[in-house]
């Protein structure tokens, strides 16, 4: 059963909210963004509300910081708290009437702003620590087996935020090309992929643009359609293999047709005697 949309019961004990320590994330648009635990209460199986409380700031030099807090109910926003604009907002009628409140009692907004200090600007400087962390990304292209697809992999880097683009002999390639999403994959480090649907030509140039933080300029990964080094040196070992195998199999066969032939002229220079008339021990021949 759900409560109607005009009155939830969390938004009378909102006041005395509090969230839980901070940590720290970046925001699709680039903004460095603190980010508090959320909390919340269920009312059923089926409802439950939800307070998020974050701490953002503008460049390198966390200027400006703003305070907000928001209150969800069944994923549906019903109050917000911005200290930029220093009140409360409400989204449904029940939310407008009791945010009026809040925004007459001074108390309230003593509250708000002790809570900014605490969460905000207190640990700003841990927010500036991690801010200073670069990982620069690596970067590998691939074909992928029995496709006609390449793939252009970032592995490592941080912050999150990155842009790959694909370009055919300088031009930049707008179809047929598709991405994932930045995945952490532990330790604060990303992963993205981006795929290019692609059948070789010949004299055709494919290259994987990657811009990031880290980077003074974008980098330029072009596609080699030759074999890739490990599989080069399973062809440079078989043919080192096979060459050697040809060279004792010839030395053998020379050798053995050598060894025939001393023996056959050997034998051929021979003259048989009959036993009889071989001389006695000690004797001479006239």
């Known amino acids: 059963r759900s409560p109607p949309q005009d009155r939830s019961p969390a938004t009378s004990h909102l006041s005395s909210?509090?969230?839980?320590?901070?940590?720290?994330?970046?925001?699709?648009?680039?903004?460095?963004?603190?980010?508090?635990?959320?909390?919340?209460?269920?009312?059923?199986?089926?409802?439950?509300?939800?307070?998020?409380?974050?701490?953002?700031?503008?460049?390198?030099?966390?200027?400006?910081?703003?305070?907000?807090?928001?209150?969800?109910?069944?994923?549906?926003?019903?109050?917000?708290?911005?200290?930029?604009?220093?009140?409360?907002?409400?989204?449904?009628?029940?939310s407008i009437e009791e945010v009026k409140n809040?925004?007459?009692?001074?108390?309230?907004?003593?509250?708000?702003?002790?809570?900014?200090?605490?969460?905000?600007?207190d640990n700003l400087h841990f927010a500036q620590q991690l801010d200073n962390v670069r990982a620069v990304p690596t970067v590998k292209l691939k074909l992928v087996k029995h496709q006609p697809m390449l793939v252009c992999s970032a592995y490592n880097f941080y912050p999150k935020q990155i842009r790959m683009t694909w370009l055919r002999n300088g031009q930049e390639v707008t179809s047929a090309v598709s991405f994932s999403d930045a995945l952490p994959d532990g330790e604060w480090y990303y992963q993205i992929h981006s795929y290019l649907e692609h059948t070789p030509t010949a004299g055709e140039i494919i290259t994987c643009v990657v811009e990031h933080l880290t980077l003074s300029e974008p980098a330029l990964h072009v596609w080699d359609p030759s074999l890739p080094a490990p599989e080069r040196v399973k062809i440079v070992v078989g043919l080192c293999g096979l060459i050697l195998g040809f060279i004792i199999v010839s030395s053998g066969f020379i050798y053995y047709k050598k060894m025939s032939a001393a023996y056959c002229t050997f034998y051929q220079g021979r003259v048989s005697i009959p036993v009889e008339h071989l001389p006695e021990a000690g004797a001479t021949s006239g």
Do not use: M
């Open 17 to 94: 909210v509090l969230p839980s320590p901070l940590c720290k994330d970046y925001v699709d648009e680039g903004v460095p963004h603190l980010h508090a635990s959320h909390s919340g209460g269920v009312f059923s199986d089926e409802d439950y509300s939800q307070f998020a409380a974050c701490c953002t700031s503008k460049g390198p030099g966390f200027t400006d910081i703003e305070y907000i807090i928001k209150n969800y109910f069944n994923d549906k926003l019903l109050i917000e708290y911005n200290s930029t604009r220093g009140n409360w907002t409400g989204f449904t009628a029940y």
């Open 102 to 121: 809040w925004n007459s009692d001074p108390y309230n907004a003593l509250q708000r702003s002790f809570e900014k200090k605490v969460l905000c600007t």
